[in-house]
């Protein structure tokens, strides 16, 4: 697939994350601002970006800035009428693209999750490439932690795991939860993979 440059690459990363989630929920379903907040707070909030009630409405004025989102209004017998959201053909281009470009280095694990939370965009293919990156970036990832690890033994004298009272053992313990996620999200792409690769081989004549 061929890759944005210039003034498309600007573009993407003048979006942030919170507005790449409300793209994301657009894509799937018209919405009200309070309607999108609510996935921004609570549990919900483990898979989307936290944000206040009133940063979602500054971000879709943003999104709407750039004609990634329009709205409607729908007269109400409230103080207030309410504004319903949909997702433009040019947002949804600017989504897809941002979800199939590459993942990069120790970006957050909530990119991630909106990524895929908005994998249907794409084609097999291109969810396959994806996650074979995500997957290379996870084992790059292990492999510097674990030189790492291996610095600080060398360095400190001193052999992995270290005693609970040593002031090593809180680093270890991080790298060892660092290391363990990522072991975890390689299986996870590759379930993923699979799925897809069977949805496809289904869909084939």
Not at 65 to 89: C, N, W
Not at 119 to 147: C, G, H, M, R, Y
């Amino acid at each position: 697939m061929k890759r944005a440059k210039g003034s498309n690459a600007k573009k993407r990363a003048e979006i942030s994350v919170l507005g790449y989630s409300l793209l994301s929920l657009l894509a799937r379903k018209d919405r009200t601002g309070y309607e999108l907040s609510r996935f921004t707070s609570g549990a919900r909030s483990m898979i989307f970006s936290s944000s206040g009630h009133s940063n979602i409405y500054k971000e879709l004025a943003k999104l709407k800035a750039r004609k990634y989102v329009i709205f409607r209004v729908i007269k109400e017998a409230r103080p207030f009428d309410k504004k319903v959201y949909s997702l433009t053909a040019l947002g949804r281009d600017a989504l897809r693209t941002w979800v199939a470009s590459p993942p990069n280095m120790f970006s957050s694990r909530r990119e991630l999750n909106i990524r895929t939370h908005a994998l249907w965009l794409l084609t097999p293919e291109e969810v396959i490439e994806f996650l074979d990156n995500q997957i290379a970036i996870a084992e790059t990832e292990i492999s510097e932690l674990d030189a790492h690890s291996q610095y600080l033994q060398e360095e400190n004298d001193i052999t992995f795991p270290p005693p609970a009272q040593h002031p090593l053992f809180g680093t270890y313990s991080n790298i060892t939860l660092e290391r363990e996620s990522r072991k975890l999200m390689i299986d996870w792409c590759k379930s993923i993979k699979t799925q897809w690769k069977r949805s496809a081989r289904a869909r084939k004549p």
